[in-house]
């Protein structure tokens, strides 16, 4: 009967008195010379560490916690604290998805520019003759090709960090956030590159354009393994409605004259085809296959001032066309690059708000 009433006793003491209770039977069990007695001490502790394991709720919320059961209680309040809670970074998160609806429309008009500028014909043809010696003892590159394609590439990168964004901005997950951050950059730095590439390039093939295409046109328009720049040059002719860089004297002296004779397609001539003025110039490829509205009038040279033919070089309207296309390049990649600059902004505000502790 005493062992069950100091065992009723032990069930209702508090935590931290049970602690207390249970260090002095370990003490009593150690030094009492009774085996009787020891088996006695040795129930009540079973009793009390059953007791233990098996508090109410009531009695934890009055008397303390366990060290296993605390944890779990913790655990379980912050869970229910977390669902309960409204999530972090709400405002952040929907000002990030609708912010992701202006990147995609911007990545889908720069990768949209970038690919009608690789596709159309004449934008290709004329960009051959913008040509620009990147490094040094390295052949020189068309630029504004490789800037087109620059446009087309960031354009399809940014459309795509779009999809990734708006995924990231649904899911509270600090990481899937940085994830977006870094992409972002890179396309903030890809932009910014494509814009300094285009104001450098714009004035170095200006300053070399003059002397490198009038080198050409003397040496490699329409002789045998010179196509591409022949078309080219029959392209710009025919579209800006000009003969030569400087008029129709420059060909005077070329390569196609002297070697060939001026003969183009079985006919000796003294100018270009495009140098006349063409029926057929509406169309898209009509410089592939001119057709002058007059040709003995065209090509009769002794006559200083006719209507069969252009007169005026293409020089002047050529650097315009090409300022206008490194121009066209850099404003939309320092535009995108505004834009998207926003976009950093906001997604370090987010993964602030989501990396800072819920308490």
Known sequence: M??????????SFPLEQNREVNTTLSRMETYSPSFIYQDTLKYQRSSLNSNQSNLSADTISRYGRTDSYGKAVRGQ????????REPRGMAGRAMIG?????????????????????????????????????????PAAPVLYWLHLGLLLDGAVVFLTGFFGCWSSIHENSLSTSMYLLLVLLCCVGEISLAILA???????????????????????????FASFSRSLDLMQAKFECCGLHGQQDYASSAWQR????????????LPLTCCVLSNKIELTGFLDPAPADLAGCQDVSVSTVISRYEDGCLDRLVNWGSH???????????????????????????????????
């Open 98 to 138: 609708f912010y992701n609806i202006f990147f995609w429309i911007s990545g889908a008009a720069v990768f949209s520019l970038g690919v009608s500028s690789l596709l159309d014909l004449h934008t290709k043809e004329l960009s051959n003759l913008f040509q620009v010696e990147l490094i040094s003892y390295h």
């Open 2 to 11: 005493e062992t069950e009433r100091t065992t009723l006793r032990l069930e």
């Open 259 to 270: 070697e060939v004779g001026g003969l183009d397609g079985g006919q000796q001539l003294s």
């Open 199 to 225: 104001v450098i390039c714009r004035d170095k093939s200006i300053q070399v354009l003059e002397t490198e295409v009038m080198a050409k046109l003397q040496v490699e328009y329409n002789v045998e393994g």
């Open 77 to 84: 309040s912050r869970k229910s604290l977390n669902e309960n």
């Open 325 to 359: 296309q490194f121009i066209t390049v850099a404003g939309v990649s320092v535009g995108c690059f505004l834009l998207h600059s926003l976009g950093v902004i906001l997604t370090c505000c987010l993964l602030h708000k989501l990396r800072r502790p819920a308490f």
